[in-house]
C-alpha cells in the first residue's frame, strides 16, 4: 500500500504548481483524500482534503481561492493540488494522505496512509 506525491519544485511567487498523488497496491476510491504542509519546527498542518466522491471539498483557510483539489478515482486513484498564485508562506513539504470517511479531515492522527513527501519551495 503506497501513496507517492510528485510535482514539487521551485517556483517564483505568483507562479504555480501542480502536485499529483497517485495509490498503488489498494483501491483508495472510498477513501478521503487529502493534502498536509510541514515546515521545520513546526507541526504537519492540514492544506485540503476532498471527499471520495469529489463532491465536497475542504480547505485551510489560507489557501482557499489559491488552491484546488481535485482526484481521479480511475488514474490510479490519483489526487491532484493545483496551487495558483504561490507565496512564500507556501514554502513547505507537503504530503498526501488518505483515510475512511468516519472523522474530522483536519487530523493527522485520523489519517492512515501517508506519501512520502514532496518539497514546494516559492520564492520572493
Known amino acids: 500500500v503506497q501513496l507517492q506525491a510528485s510535482g514539487g519544485g521551485l517556483v517564483q511567487a505568483g507562479g504555480s504548481l501542480r502536485l499529483s498523488c497517485a495509490a498503488s497496491?489498494?483501491?483508495?476510491?472510498?477513501?478521503?483524500r487529502g493534502w498536509f504542509r510541514q515546515t521545520p519546527g513546526k507541526e504537519r498542518e492540514f492544506v485540503a482534503a476532498?471527499?471520495?466522491?469529489?463532491?465536497?471539498?475542504?480547505y485551510t483557510d489560507s489557501v482557499k481561492g489559491r488552491l484546488t483539489i481535485s482526484r481521479d478515482n480511475a488514474a490510479k486513484n490519483t489526487v491532484y493540488l493545483q496551487m495558483n498564485n504561490l507565496k512564500p508562506e507556501d514554502t513547505a513539504v507537503y504530503y498526501c494522505?488518505?483515510?475512511?470517511?468516519?472523522?474530522?479531515?483536519?487530523?493527522?492522527?485520523?489519517?492512515?496512509?501517508w506519501g512520502q513527501g514532496t518539497l514546494v519551495t516559492v520564492s520572493s
Open positions: 494522505a488518505a483515510k475512511t470517511a468516519s472523522g474530522s479531515v483536519y487530523y493527522t492522527e485520523l489519517h492512515d496512509y
Open positions: 497496491g489498494r483501491t483508495f476510491s472510498s477513501y478521503i
Open positions: 476532498i471527499s471520495w466522491s469529489g463532491g465536497s471539498t475542504y
